[in-house]
């Protein structure tokens, strides 16, 4: 989505940001990073992700077991899974919302959820 590549390029642009994504395997890798790189994201220019922030995982639970590693102020994340496990650890978690799901960590007071990136950060 455009909106959310204008996002993302606001927000790395000001903040030490990181890509923490699962694949099934080398070729899920090379596709997520070959697509970030054509949209212009990847790179060593302001707005842009360097390569080394780049990190993948093959499970839900590799996922959190990285980003507990990174301890970031903030977590934005598609997976009620992943914030609900990461709920008790991180200062501040985005759930981003599909139409008709339910939003995670209900009653977490560092639970927030959007339906959009571009939504949370207008």
Known sequence: RSEAVDVLREVCSCADTYIVTQVQDDIGQAVLSGSLEAAGLVGSQAGQLPSHHLLFCSTLDGKVSIVRQLEPDLHI????????????FMPRLLHITQPGTA????????????????SYFS
Do not use: E, H, P
């Not at 994340?77 to 008790?88: P, Q, W």
């Not at 939003?103 to 571009?118: E, K, M, P, T």
């Open 77 to 88: 994340d598609g997976s009620a899974k992943t914030i609900d496990d990461l709920k008790r």
């Open 103 to 118: 939003a995670a960590g209900q009653g977490s007071s560092n639970v927030i959820s959007s339906r959009s990136l571009q």
